[in-house]
C-alpha cells in the first residue's frame, strides 16, 4: 500500500501489462481500496482470495505524524494512511464471504485490536506485533504456500521461512491467526479482566513485555498479553485463557539476538498476541491513544475495558 498518486493494476503473469490506470488519487482512502480491490477481483475471477497489504504500519494506532497505521501514500509520516476499522469495513464490503488471509508485510500489526477488528473480514492473519525489516517477507519461498486451496495447512511453513530468512539479522517475530477465534478470545480476555478488577492497578506494565520496540513513539502501543493476563492473576493464565489463545495463534515463532537491546526479545514471555493496555498517564499520546482506543476500536468494548474504565482511568 506504499503507493504514489498514479494507481495501476498489473497483470504479473510473464511480462507484466497494465490492466488498469487510474487518475491521480489518494491509495489509502477507503472509496479508493474498495474501487481498486473491487476491480482486482473482476479482473480475475477466483473462488476465493487473499489479501496481502505491504507498507509502514503501526497496529491498531490513530493516524497522525510520526505514527502510521497501515499503509501509506505521500511519504514515510504522510497522515495518507488506512485505519485497521476502515480497511476492516473495506475488506467486509468488497468480499463478503471472507477472504482466505490477510498477510501483513508491514511492521507491528500482530494485536488483537488488528485481529478482532478483522475477525469478519478474513479467516486467516499473518502479521508481526515487532516491526518488520525493511526486505520484507521472503516471497520467494512463501508465495507457493500462498496460492494453496487449504491455507491452513501451510501458516506454518511460512512463518517458519519468515523466521528462517530473519535469523542472519538476528531479529524478528510472526504469528499466523485464526480470526474465527477471535470473538472467543475476547470473552476470555474479558472474563479475566472482570474477575481481576482489583489487580488491574498493580500491574506495572514496566514490568511486562513491549513490542513498540523500533521507537519511542510507539513504546506502549502493545504488550504481550499472555505476560499481562499472568501478571494479573497473580502469576499464572487461567488454563481456560491459554486453551483459547492455542487456538486462536495458530503458530508463532520469533528469533533474535542476545546482545542486541533494541529487538531483543524474552522467550519466556513471548506469546505472538499483543494488546494494548489503557492508562491514566496524561501525556499527549496515551491521551490521543486511550481516547482513540474508546471511541473506535472494537476490541475496547469486547474484551472488557470499557466495564472498567472507573479503575484503570483514574
Given at each position: 500500500?506504499m503507493?504514489?498518486?498514479?494507481?495501476?493494476?498489473?497483470d504479473l503473469i510473464g511480462i507484466?501489462?497494465?490492466?488498469?490506470?487510474?487518475?491521480?488519487?489518494t491509495?489509502t482512502e477507503k472509496?479508493?481500496?474498495?474501487?481498486?480491490?473491487?476491480?482486482?477481483?473482476s479482473?480475475?475471477?477466483?473462488?476465493?482470495y487473499?489479501i496481502?497489504f505491504g507498507?509502514?504500519?503501526?497496529?491498531?494506532?490513530?493516524?497522525?505524524?510520526?505514527?502510521?497505521?497501515?499503509?501509506?501514500d505521500g511519504g514515510?509520516?504522510?497522515?495518507?494512511?488506512?485505519?485497521?476499522?476502515?480497511?476492516?469495513?473495506v475488506?467486509r464490503t468488497?468480499?463478503?464471504?471472507?477472504f482466505?488471509f490477510?498477510l501483513f508485510?508491514a511492521?507491528?500489526?500482530?494485536?488483537?485490536?488488528v485481529y478482532y477488528?478483522?475477525k469478519?473480514?478474513?479467516?486467516y492473519?499473518?502479521a508481526?506485533v515487532?516491526?518488520i525489516p525493511a526486505?520484507?517477507?521472503?516471497?520467494?519461498?512463501?508465495?507457493?504456500?500462498?496460492?494453496?486451496?487449504a491455507?491452513?495447512?501451510?501458516?506454518e511453513?511460512?512463518?517458519?521461512?519468515?523466521?528462517?530468512?530473519?535469523?542472519?539479522?538476528g531479529?524478528g517475530?510472526?504469528?499466523?491467526?485464526?480470526?474465527?477465534?477471535?470473538?472467543?478470545l475476547?470473552?476470555a480476555v474479558r472474563?479475566v479482566?472482570?474477575s481481576?478488577q482489583?489487580?488491574?492497578?498493580?500491574?506495572?506494565?514496566a514490568?511486562?513485555?513491549?513490542?513498540g520496540?523500533?521507537?519511542?513513539?510507539?513504546?506502549?502501543?502493545?504488550?504481550d498479553?499472555?505476560?499481562f493476563?499472568?501478571?494479573?492473576?497473580?502469576?499464572?493464565?487461567p488454563d481456560?485463557?491459554?486453551?483459547?489463545?492455542?487456538?486462536t495463534v495458530?503458530?508463532t515463532?520469533?528469533?533474535h539476538?542476545?546482545?542486541?537491546?533494541?529487538?531483543?526479545?524474552?522467550?519466556?514471555?513471548?506469546?505472538?498476541m499483543?494488546?494494548?493496555i489503557?492508562?491514566?498517564f496524561?501525556?499527549?499520546?496515551?491521551?490521543?491513544?486511550?481516547?482513540?482506543?474508546?471511541s473506535?476500536?472494537a476490541?475496547?468494548?469486547a474484551?472488557?475495558?470499557?466495564?472498567t474504565?472507573?479503575?484503570?482511568?483514574?
Amino acid at each position: 500500500m506504499m503507493a504514489d498518486k498514479n494507481t495501476s493494476i498489473y497483470d504479473l503473469i510473464g511480462i507484466g501489462n497494465i490492466r488498469k490506470k487510474y487518475p491521480p488519487q489518494t491509495s489509502t482512502e477507503k472509496t479508493v481500496m474498495q474501487t481498486v480491490i473491487g476491480d482486482m477481483m473482476s479482473a480475475y475471477p477466483s473462488e476465493s482470495y487473499g489479501i496481502i497489504f505491504g507498507s509502514h504500519g503501526s497496529g491498531w494506532l490513530p493516524t497522525i505524524t510520526g505514527t502510521r497505521s497501515i499503509g501509506q501514500d505521500g511519504g514515510r509520516y504522510s497522515s495518507d494512511t488506512a485505519l485497521i476499522p476502515e480497511l476492516a469495513e473495506v475488506l467486509r464490503t468488497v468480499n463478503p464471504q471472507k477472504f482466505d488471509f490477510v498477510l501483513f508485510d508491514a511492521c507491528m500489526m500482530g494485536c488483537a485490536e488488528v485481529y478482532y477488528e478483522l475477525k469478519d473480514a478474513a479467516r486467516y492473519c499473518i502479521a508481526s506485533v515487532l516491526d518488520i525489516p525493511a526486505a520484507g517477507f521472503p516471497y520467494a519461498s512463501v508465495m507457493p504456500y500462498l496460492y494453496e486451496n487449504a491455507i491452513k495447512d501451510y501458516l506454518e511453513p511460512i512463518c517458519k521461512d519468515y523466521i528462517d530468512y530473519y535469523n542472519y539479522i538476528g531479529w524478528g517475530t510472526i504469528s499466523a491467526v485464526d480470526c474465527n477465534q477471535m470473538e472467543g478470545l475476547a470473552e476470555a480476555v474479558r472474563s479475566v479482566i472482570l474477575s481481576n478488577q482489583d489487580s488491574l492497578k498493580n500491574v506495572d506494565t514496566a514490568d511486562l513485555q513491549q513490542y513498540g520496540k523500533g521507537s519511542s513513539s510507539f513504546k506502549g502501543y502493545a504488550y504481550d498479553m499472555l505476560q499481562f493476563i499472568g501478571k494479573l492473576c497473580g502469576g499464572m493464565a487461567p488454563d481456560d485463557f491459554t486453551q483459547q489463545l492455542k487456538k486462536t495463534v495458530i503458530y508463532t515463532d520469533y528469533t533474535h539476538d542476545p546482545t542486541s537491546s533494541l529487538y531483543r526479545i524474552d522467550g519466556d514471555n513471548y506469546s505472538g498476541m499483543g494488546m494494548y493496555i489503557p492508562n491514566s498517564f496524561t501525556t499527549p499520546k496515551y491521551l490521543l491513544w486511550n481516547n482513540y482506543f474508546k471511541s473506535s476500536i472494537a476490541w475496547y468494548h469486547a474484551s472488557g475495558w470499557a466495564e472498567t474504565e472507573s479503575i484503570w482511568g483514574n
